[in-house]
């Protein structure tokens, strides 16, 4: 039971942390606790990003109980607010995507985490950074398909100055190269994977929903997004997948 517990990855993506709720991605701060806290509780291992790659590997320590990946996507400054305290409380690594052309930004309704914020955050020990693109943060197979074929699509050569520019932003303020990326609203093909292989991109993230086993793909990671309707109940639901 213990070994097939271990082949199982759940990948959590969160957005938002408000209070009120005002969006169904987002999640008020105590819910949030209670998420993890029952996560904790139900005898799941929160991993790191070197513990996920080693999963992928097939070399996750089987002392490693029951993995699952805590994300967020986005970036936003409420994360600083109320999840640091949380992973530090907790001792629970957790992982955000950021748009980095949104860096320190409030473009609409909420601001962004700002570069302070980020170091802080690394510096904490639990939180890792991914690219969620820098300013490509859109449907972009619909400009991908509009260009159609027969050439070189020139969407391609803009997709790889923006993985550059969003790797570069990252690794600027966190000190260490930028391996993963979650592809905005889960927009990829395997040109677009090519391009994030090429750029450095060694973990891909996307939209599909699934479990993900050990020794499976990761430029094809499946994920679980996290609603304002889960309460503890249905988030457990979704950690346990497949297990028994």
Known sequence: MAAEDNRILPVLVYHHIQDPVKSDVSC???????????IKD?????????QTKAFFDGTLPETIKKPVLITFDDGYESLY???????????????????????????????????SQ??????????????HSHDLHTESIRIYNAFGGGKVNPLLEELRADLKTSSKCLEKITKVPTE??????????????VIAKAV??????????????????????????????DTITSVLRKCRGRRR
């Open 28 to 38: 008020t701060p105590s819910m949030f606790e209670a998420h993890m806290l029952a």
């Open 42 to 50: 139900a005898g799941y291992t929160p991993l790191t990003i070197p």
């Open 81 to 115: 607010q109320y999840a640091l305290p949380i992973s530090i409380k907790y001792k629970i690594p957790m992982t955000v995507f950021i748009i980095t052309s949104r860096i320190g930004q409030k473009p609409q309704f909420s601001r962004y985490l700002s570069e």
């Open 118 to 131: 980020i170091k802080e955050m690394n510096e904490s020990g639990f939180w890792y950074f991914g690219s």
């Open 180 to 193: 993963i990326i979650a592809w905005p609203y889960g927009n990829h093909n395997e040109e677009y994977s």
């Open 200 to 229: 450095g991109y060694k973990m891909h993230f996307t939209s599909l929903s699934g479990y993900n086993e050990t020794k499976s793909s990761p430029y094809f990671i499946k994920r679980i997004p996290i609603s304002a309707r």
